[in-house]
């Protein structure tokens, strides 16, 4: 049974640094494209980031490029999203996702709320 699970989120004032890890169980972990996605209150899901299986190649949305960071390690199954310079657009639900030939998983999510 795939599990992912995400863990790291709080409350941080803006300007201020999370950081993101989602563990991953279940599978093979090194074959799968990692992504994190965010839904707000009121908003559709959106694509934060993604890493290719083997962290040759990331992607960020505009809105974050320059201030999160993906990584993976994969002898721990483990993806990771650096958050810095946070702001009040940035609090959402995130989500780790797993990507291996059409076969999608969800994590449960993790709230990240910036306010002062």
């Known amino acids: 049974q795939v599990q992912l699970v995400e863990s790291g989120g709080g409350l941080v004032q803006p300007g201020g640094s999370l950081r993101l890890s989602c563990a991953a169980s279940g599978l093979i972990f090194s074959r799968y494209t990692m992504s994190w996605y965010r839904q707000a209150p009121g908003k559709e899901r959106e694509l934060v980031a993604t890493?290719?299986?083997?962290?040759?190649?990331?992607h960020y949305a505009d809105s974050v490029k320059g201030r999160f960071t993906i990584s993976r390690d994969n002898a721990k199954n483990t993806m990771y999203l650096q958050m810095n310079a946070l702001n009040v657009e940035d609090t959402a639900v995130y989500y780790c996702?797993?990507?291996?030939?059409?076969?999608?998983?969800w994590g449960q999510g993790t709230q990240v709320t910036v306010s002062s």
């Open positions: 890493i290719t299986n083997s962290a040759d190649s990331t």
């Open positions: 996702t797993a990507l291996n030939y059409g076969a999608r998983y």
